[in-house]
């Protein structure tokens, strides 16, 4: 799987948007984009991912480049709920592929009130 | 259950003492995973169980790490002669087979004195 680079920190005043970027300057064409979170003290939990098109779900949307060397994950309106560690993960998806998500460190985003 | 569920959500052991950790994934979820989180790190992932397929045990850190899955549900790690270093939060998480979206518990935090 490409690696990926995050900024190990971020702040972002609540109610405005958080832009969150992700280097994957070595992902190959079946390669996805995929975001997770992890609050503290709990579990990480699934965001959003995709391959090359834009997407939005409920949660944030994700932009990719169209390069797709990069990708950002955007939350509209952050709230302090929303302070969290965010890890941009690119994976192969192939069915029934016994692959593990690999987590890196992560970007720590503190929602500032 | 609504969600995975591990148990014990804490556990204080002595250095040389066998450790058992369960994780009930969500029902139907054939996929399951450990991972383990060092204080301040990211996720390391341990093992991966899909279905009936040999499970993925690239990630365990030596043989005093196993872990299995009966009847295709519930999961248990166990560690033995558990050492301070292994001290960390372990998590489960679970997914619909070939499915990228996973699930994640809320973790054993492992505490070896």
């Known amino acids: 799987d490409a690696k990926t680079t995050q900024p190990p920190s971020m702040d972002c005043a609540e109610g405005r948007a958080a832009n969150l970027p992700c280097n994957h300057s070595?992902?190959?064409?079946?390669?996805?984009v995929y975001w997770y979170r992890q609050i503290h003290s709990q579990g990480p939990q699934y965001i959003i991912h995709?391959?090359?098109n834009n997407e939005t779900n409920e949660m944030a949307s994700l932009i990719i480049t169209e390069d797709r060397k990069s990708s950002t994950l955007i939350l509209p309106h952050a709230t302090l709920r929303d302070t969290a560690v965010y890890y941009c993960i690119v994976r192969v998806s192939i069915s029934g592929s016994a692959r593990q998500l690999t987590f890196g460190s992560g970007t720590q985003l503190t929602v500032l009130p | 259950g609504a969600g995975v569920s591990q148990s014990p959500s804490n556990k204080v052991t002595e250095k040389g003492k066998d450790v058992e950790l369960r994780c009930d994934p969500i029902s139907g979820h054939t996929a399951l995973y450990w991972y383990r989180q060092s204080l301040g790190q990211g996720l390391e992932f341990l093992i991966y169980?899909?279905?009936?397929?040999?499970?993925?045990k690239s990630g365990l850190p030596s043989d005093r790490f196993s872990a299995e899955r009966t009847g295709g549900s519930v999961s248990t790690l166990t560690i033995q002669r558990t050492q301070q270093e292994d001290s960390a939060v372990y998590l489960c998480?679970?997914?619909?087979?070939?499915?990228?979206?996973?699930?994640f518990g809320s973790g054993t935090q492992l505490s070896v004195l």
């Open positions: 169980f899909q279905g009936n397929s040999a499970p993925d």
């Open positions: 995709g391959l090359k």
């Open positions: 998480a679970s997914s619909f087979p070939r499915h990228e979206k996973l699930f």
């Open positions: 070595t992902i190959s064409g079946n390669e996805y």
